[in-house]
């Protein structure tokens, strides 16, 4: 119970009706004195057979400004009063309704050029905007609300009037329409040149304070060095990634990363931890690791995973949304530490580490206290101090995990203990991608067994087989809320990932039914590209957008694309390429006027024109699967195709095209099956089934020349670029 308003039994004054929904955010506020209905036709209806406008406040169960709003004005009886008598008062989680969000903060960005939340919209009983804006101190929002009340009573047109161009603006800006042209070049550059051209070239990262990591707009970097070998890219990537984590947006002492820096530098964080970071920053660093070899970013992973399976896994296997900022009612105060917290549970030698080492001061650099981060890399710290970094590390190991406990001892921040479809995709993902880039042969094939594990319970929980709909939220073993486009793009990627890496049909059966009730339910017919939301929903949808630029995470229209580009690669099917097409040609306008604010797509579009250059790659419409890892200098390309398939020798036959591997050294065949097929009077020397090739002396990315048939027909030659995990 949040609330300060409680009888003399200690038991709140107030409860109103959010005490039934299932949303951890509506919960806490269902003691409030404001008469709150969740988003629903009722209470619209309410508004219009009442003539009052509806309050509409959006916010999350982790956001700190949200908490504070609620202490100062719904928990104040004078305000709540007010609100009563004169609005309808709506509260919505923006978790559960992602599409209802991006239309009201499309309105707020629109009418007062910046966002955030709390979200204050104020509509009409249609749901129309007339005026929005964010947080508001209490005297400031009880004058808004006294204002809002006589404008409403005594200039009700005009107020109508800007309601409809409000919502008329909205659905023009969330559509994304633009005019249709064709895209004859490769758009990586251009991307990278518009993310390069705003680098802060001191601390990395995109623009000043305050600084977001922008993940997907740090994998367009990491897709122009692996294409492109751009040292400009390299550079960029690699100062960010440094200086990230070693920032105290990195959370130094238990793992993991906050949602974004408040300064410039990466020092102080906005303390939340949201599950979609974990994921996007998981697989920023595992690529990397794997473009860079540098063992900082695996440790990273390794860390950022640890964190995500020990505190924010349940028992079933899926994860946890998010933590909050606030503890004991400050901001930060669970992750901050003084010197005589460090005394008390470590040795005087390791207290001087830590201050060293994490540049602890007596003034502290957050209100007093300290946020543990590194002025440099632990690898020049080791230099620096005569320290060998073997030594350095499984010391200071022993000392996270002592001071983590320690942590644990504080109270916690809460824990948004809901399972969002789309988060749990991404994060599935991820894991998927740790796997890869890191390397089955570097002893990470345990992350692929945590992915099966949380796809597997998040489609027995959270994907009605009855009448074959995802639902967006689970919590415990209840769930809500229809799914949109998001649940099933990044479930259906997740799923498609699994199939990659285990080869598991069930999981290539579970990705295509997501993608074809995606594409029953949300594909624009006339315009192509998808919509946000399903065109039947409780309470009024002033517009369905559409919304494929990225924000904090990739766009559900970029998502799905790349879900549909997996497939393909998995199948061949001509209908989805046309469908990938179609969605290209949807966007092409919006993509050349400013690529990089696609970025997501981007590298969707880049796979599907391009190919995959993944350590594992499907081939031969499907029926073939390549697999790659490296020990010392010899990668080892392991092929498997479907019965009846088969790929031409070294030494190809009559007209055939010979399989050939440039990039390497010495190539070590296996021996070629002799075979008889319908369209040859000779017998074919060729690989089938499962064999090996070994390739000594590899440097950089592999290409695999092959031309794959079967007994009647021959698909047309393929090359295949591989890099191999380090």
Partial sequence: MRTKLVDASGNPKYTNRLIAESSPYLKQHAHNPVDWYPWSDEAFQLARQENKPVFLSIGYSTCHWCHVMEHESFDNESIAAFLN?????????????????????????????????????????????????????????????????????????????????????????????????????????????????????????????????????????????????????????????????????????????????????????????????????????????????????????DRTIHYVLRDMTSDDGRFY??????????????????????????????VELVQSLYGFTAEGNFEGANIPNLAASLETYSVAHNLSIDELLPRLDKIHQTLYHKREEREHPLRDEKFITAWNGMMISALVQADISLGTSLGTSEYQAVAVKAAEALWQHQFDQTDESLWRVGLGRDVSIQGNLEDYAYFAEACLQLYLVTADKKWQIRG???????????????????????????????????????????????????????????????????????????????????????????????????????PIQWAAEGNLRLEASKQDSIVRLKFRFEDGWHMNSNIASEDMIATRIEGGGQVSYPEAESIQVAFSESALQVYAGEFEVLVADVAGPLQVHFQSCNDSICLKPEILTVRVAR
């Avoid at 051209?197 to 692996?226: I, M, Y």
């Avoid at 400050?330 to 005087?348: D, H, I, N, T, Y």
């Avoid at 002033?542 to 904090?552: C, E, L, N, V």
């Fill in 512 to 614: 295509e039914t997501l993608i074809k009730l995606m594409l029953a339910r949300f594909w624009d017919t006339e315009q192509g590209g998808f919509f946000l939301s399903r065109d039947v929903n409780e309470g009024p949808l002033i517009t369905r957008p559409k919304s494929p630029m990225d924000g904090a995470m990739p766009s559900g229209n970029s998502a799905a694309l790349m879900a549909m580009v997996l497939a393909h690669e998995a199948s061949g099917d001509a209908e989805l390429a046309g469908r990938i097409n179609k969605m290209i040609s949807s966007f092409s306008g919006l993509l050349l006027a400013s690529p990089s604010a696609f970025s997501y797509m981007l590298t969707g579009i880049t796979r599907f024109l391009q190919g995959s250059r993944e």
């Fill in 321 to 350: 949304s998010a933590t909050d900022a606030d503890s004991e009612g400050e901001e930060g105060k669970f992750f901050v530490w003084q010197r005589a917290q460090l005394e008390s549970c470590l040795s005087p030698e390791d």
């Fill in 85 to 301: 008598e004169h609005f309808v008062s709506i509260k919505l989680d923006r978790e559960q309704r992602p599409d209802l969000d991006e239309i009201y903060m499309t309105g707020v960005q629109l009418t007062t050029g910046q966002g955030g939340w709390p979200m204050s919209n104020f509509t009409t009983a249609d749901g129309k905007p007339f005026f929005a804006g964010t947080y508001y101190p209490p005297a400031d929002f009880l004058q808004l609300l006294q204002q809002i009340n006589t404008v409403w009573r005594e200039r009700h047109g005009e107020v109508m009037a800007q309601a409809e161009q409000n919502s008329e603006n909205i659905a023009l800006y969330t559509a994304a329409q633009a005019e249709v042209k064709a895209i004859e070049e490769d758009l990586l550059p251009a991307a990278t040149e518009e993310l390069l051209s705003r680098l802060d070239e001191t601390h990395g990262g995109f623009g000043s304070a305050p600084k977001f990591p922008n993940e997907s707009q740090l994998l367009v970097l990491l897709e122009d060095l692996d294409r492109h070998q751009g040292a400009d890219s390299k550079a960029a990537l690699m100062l960010t990634l440094d200086k990230m984590s070693q920032g105290g947006i990195f959370d130094q002492i238990g793992g993991g990363f906050h949602r974004y820096s408040v300064d410039a530098r990466w020092l102080v964080p906005h303390f939340e931890k949201m599950l979609y970071n974990q994921a996007q920053m998981i697989r920023v660093y595992a690529r990397g690791h794997h473009l860079c070899n540098d063992p900082a970013y695996r440790r990273i992973v």
